[in-house]
């Protein structure tokens, strides 16, 4: 069974700093595309960012230059460090595999 787990988000002034996990189980992070999406309040989901199997990475154009996404194979977990975070980064960011989705991590930023 898939299973995905976010972790990391919180309170974070404008400017900050934070790091998001995605642990996975019930398949390999290391051959698979996965993504990371978010959702504002009272919006839509936003495709944030792709990682390939051949570690080709994407980012949606307003993350591009702040956002990095990558995976640790050993820990099975998918990572997204977030820097120079603004306040319409305010949203639950979720990790994607395929139709998969965890349950979110709630990111704030608010000074």
């Known amino acids: 069974e898939v299973q995905l787990m976010e972790s990391g988000g919180g309170l974070v002034q404008p400017g900050g700093s934070l790091r998001l996990s995605c642990a996975a189980s019930g398949f390999s992070v290391g051959p698979s595309a996965m993504d990371w999406f978010r959702q504002a309040p009272g919006k839509g989901l936003e495709w944030v960012s792709t990682i390939y199997a051949g570690g080709k990475r994407t980012y949606a154009a307003a993350m591009k230059g702040r956002f990095t996404i990558s995976r640790d194979n050993a820990k099975n977990t998918l990572y997204l460090q977030m820097n120079s975070l603004k306040s319409e980064d305010t949203a639950v960011y979720y990790c994607?595999?395929?139709?998969?989705r965890g349950q979110g991590t709630q990111v704030t930023v608010s000074s």
């Open positions: 994607m595999y395929g139709e998969h």
